[in-house]
């Protein structure tokens, strides 16, 4: 036996026969953001079942004519995570309508500052998606995009990689031993980002290497942390 989730236990065989409400809400939650592998793997069901359902919860009429506002939304939600085929199927529209309407979204480029909202969903996000939809998604250039994650340190997920390429991600280069030096002497007072700066790796690297060594921030920095974090949030002006 295993356990669910939602903390719940049940065999490692996979359910088969009548979805609960709650396996279909959680469907309806996760379809187009997570592959229907991973869906399956949640919901302990065959591939083939949560395939069946999806397309029996999605199966609306399809829409046609101008994209409201929500609508560009739930779609820049999907977009580059899943297939466009997928998307229509959620969103009741044909694959390709939803085609001619990132084909318009590609043609949108905004200029200035980013705000704070959008940098924490581009954060959010970066890792599980292209630059290319990212650039779609914010409406930014490719340049920018790549600017901003530079910026952050950010890294695209192994998994991601391997999905997206059919081969494993490139490597960071092994930590040396002064590099370790160097990350346990200043791990507990500087922040993570620019610890990344320094050593010149991701910010999702020095956290994992932390991590694995047994490393703590100090409580001041902490604190420290926690008065930054609550600024950014209720700063209203771009950066």
Not at 50 to 65: D, H, N
Not at 179 to 195: F, G, M, R
Request: charge should be positive.
């Amino acid at each position: 036996m295993r356990r669910t989730t939602w903390g719940a236990e049940r065999s490692t065989t996979p359910r088969r026969g009548r979805w609960s409400q709650s396996e279909i809400a959680r469907l309806r939650e996760l379809y187009g953001l997570r592959d229907e592998r991973a869906i399956a793997r949640e919901l302990n069901r065959p591939v083939a079942s949560v395939r069946r359902m999806a397309e029996q919860i999605f199966a609306v009429p399809t829409r046609t004519g101008p994209w409201t506002a929500k609508e560009i939304i739930e779609l820049k939600k999907y977009l580059g995570g899943t297939s466009n085929d997928v998307i229509g199927r959620i969103l009741g529209r044909s694959e390709d309508e939803v085609g001619a309407q990132i084909a318009e979204l590609r043609r949108i480029q905004q200029t200035g500052r980013w705000t704070q909202e959008e940098i924490a969903e581009f954060k959010r996000l970066y890792g599980t998606r292209t630059d290319e939809d990212l650039s779609v998604i914010f409406g930014r250039t490719i340049e920018s995009v790549k600017r901003l994650g530079a910026r952050y340190c950010l890294a695209k997920d192994k998994a991601f990689v391997r999905k997206l390429t059919g081969s494993s991600a490139t490597r960071m280069p092994r930590w040396s031993a002064a590099e370790i030096e160097q990350l346990k002497e200043i791990y507990p007072t500087v922040a993570n980002l620019d610890i990344a700066a320094r050593l010149n790796r991701s910010v999702k690297s020095v956290v994992s290497k932390a991590h694995n060594l047994g490393l703590k921030k100090e409580a001041d920095r902490l604190r420290e942390m926690g008065r930054e974090n609550v600024s950014m949030r209720y700063k209203k002006n771009p950066v």
